[in-house]
């Protein structure tokens, strides 16, 4: 497994023959990443709120989305409330610890997929 950086545009890398990228949703849509269908009203929501939207795809399809936000907003109590009625669970993190998170994402992703290609 090998995962690198580029400028730009995110993280890539090759795990079990599978392409894993992490990068803006914005940025991966404009390289004809395609979105799972169940994640499109996601999107769709959190641009309405300018939100900052990180997708991880692989082999070119987004399967995961993390929304960011720098500051709470008062409805958040609601908003995260309404999104877990509908089955969503909902992750608050500073952007000042998202780059480990993601190295720690990356991680499980690895170990998820060599369990599941065994």
């Known amino acids: 497994m090998f995962f690198k950086e580029t400028i730009g545009f995110g993280i890539q890398g090759l795990?079990?023959?599978?392409?894993?990228?992490i990068s803006s949703i914005t940025k991966l849509l404009e390289k004809k990443f395609v979105l799972a269908v169940p994640l499109q009203r996601i999107v769709e929501k959190s641009?309405?709120?300018?939100?900052?939207?990180?997708?991880?795809?692989?082999d070119k399809v987004i399967v995961t989305l993390f929304v960011l936000e720098d500051q709470i907003k008062l409805n958040a109590i609601k908003t995260v409330a309404k999104l877990k009625?509908?089955?969503i669970e909902v992750y608050m993190i500073?952007?000042?610890i998202m780059k480990l998170l993601l190295e720690e994402l990356l991680l499980v992703l690895t170990i998820t997929l060599l369990i599941f290609n065994h």
């Not at 939100?51 to 795809?57: D, E, N, S, T």
């Open 94 to 96: 500073s952007v000042v």
């Open 15 to 21: 795990c079990n023959k599978q392409r894993v990228t």
């Open 47 to 58: 641009k309405e709120i300018n939100q900052l939207i990180l997708g991880l795809a692989i």
């Open 85 to 87: 009625r509908e089955g």
